[in-house]
């Protein structure tokens, strides 16, 4: 590689080298590519304060640092119970580890006993595995992205799973090609960095549409204004409270009078106004005394729609019921709730979990699928129906309609009959059907019967 081609932006020498993988040629840029911004993956734009303008085109702010951002995960309690929430769903799930069938497609499940199985249950000794599947969907959708290590045994095979945060992961590329060489596990406490082969880290990511080969992105970037407005107004009212109070209004007199006289008029006023008894009582000034406001009150400056506004725009992707909010609330619309929630929340997070424990199983066999429980209400329902139906209908076996339900078949075979309802007869074809008109049992009675 020349020693141009090593000065280029990080950018174009990943474009590089993607377009040598794809088996196409690099076109040469139409100009010289702009100094690479330092803190992000592409040159196409700089970071100026808020406000700021370049170019005729207003600029976003640095974007917060991810220990800001999980620290609101812990501080902010809308933003908690966002998060709280799904993660809580993902991590209860039970999940499934077997086969598929090459031909049919069918799903055979593997017993408990498979060497695989412990991985999920206890991945290491710090976390069990409802603790790993929550921290890592709660970094998933937090930061954007998640590292599992894979620490093998003697023969190679996997034998724990541990967790980090991207704030612990650096990864570390080869010049030129841009290829993962190694990633260097830093944290504090940890005292060293640790260099892990690429083959030992399973990424899981939402790729950020900036620099997709490079990094995540996560939910709570896009509510890093409405969270930190909530908290400035909270930290507002907790000092308000504390050692801000004042009152809402002045009494201006004219002249200058005296400490005593002073003394006597805030007294009457106090008395006149002041304490839950005077609830709508009001002053009578005279001698050219008058009220100068010092401050609007919370209800001039409609401060509780505007904390609702920012809970609302916190949660957003969560129904109010489901962050505990049941104002206007009926339970229709609970149940729709619960049934959006486990459709287009919990189910795309837990196919993830399941897509990267796979990836973690067919290191013990090729041919091994890890499945999710399904977490929607409606599809629960609907596949208890169609599984009944199956086997009532004689289009499956019991065993089969048993495995639409995630359940093991029968022993000793007593699974491959199929049931029939005693209400359903069978009769031949041209006995009493095909025919048109009376048939023999009309035959018999009469042409003219019935009367």
Known sequence: MTTEARRAPFSERLGRALMAFSGRAAAEPAAPAPPETKGFATAAFDVLPMGTTSGGTTRFPPRPSDEAMLRWYGE?????????????????????????DARTGAFAALPRDYPFWPLVEDPNPFLDGWDFRFLSVLYLRTLGEVYWRIVRNGLGRPAALLLYPRTWVVPRRERGSERIVRYDITAAGLGRADAIDPKDIVWVRTPDPLAPYLRGLGDLLSAATEVETFEYASEGDRRLMLNEARPPFALEVPGTPTDEQRRAMRDELMRTIGGFWNTGSFPVLWGGAKIAPLKMDKKEMDWVESQKFLRDTIVAPLHKVMVGITDDVNRAQAEAAEYIFGRWQVRPQANRMARAYTRVARMFDRRAVVQAENPVPADRQLQSREALDAGFTRIAVVDEARARLGMPPLPDGAGQVRQVPVTILEIPLGEGEGQVGPGPAATARGADWPP
């Open 76 to 100: 902010n309690p809308w933003a908690h119970a966002r998060f709280l929430v799904l993660c809580t769903a993902v991590a209860d799930l039970d999940f499934r580890v077997g086969t598929l």
